[in-house]
Nanobody, 116 residues
Framework: QVQLVESGGGLVQPGGSLRLSCVAS?????????MDWYRQTPGKQRELVAT???????TYTASVKGRFAISRDNTKNTVYLQMNSLELEDTAVYYC?????????WGQGTQVTVSS
């Protein structure tokens, strides 16, 4: 059974940085998954923040371009989200998502709070 576990969230001041990690377990096929980071705030729909494909192509939502970077280490079954120049509006629960033709899996989420 494939599981995703996020970590790295926390409280940070505006302008600060955090790096989120998401480790996949229970699968030998991590390298073929497209991996996404989503975020959600209360009362709003979950928003796609960044994607990295199996061929390491990346895309970002406009509000985080130039500030966030998604990467993956297939030897560690891990995807990362480096978040720099954090803004108050980045406060959310961040979720990791793995997908393929036959699979879609979510992590439990990690809270990121940007506050002075």
């Amino acid at each position: 059974q494939v599981q995703l576990v996020e970590s790295g969230g926390g409280l940070v001041q505006p302008g600060g940085s955090l790096r989120l990690s998401c480790v996949a377990s229970g699968t030998p096929f991590f390298s073929i998954y497209a991996m996404d980071w989503y975020r959600q705030t209360p009362g709003k729909q979950r928003e796609l923040v960044a994607t990295i494909t199996s061929d390491v192509s990346t895309t970002y939502t406009a509000s985080v371009k130039g500030r966030f970077a998604i990467s993956r280490d297939n030897t560690k079954n891990t995807v990362y989200l480096q978040m720099n120049s954090l803004e108050l509006e980045d406060t959310a629960v961040y979720y990791c998502h793995a997908r393929s033709k036959t699979l879609t899996i979510w992590g439990q989420g990690t809270q990121v709070t940007v506050s002075s």
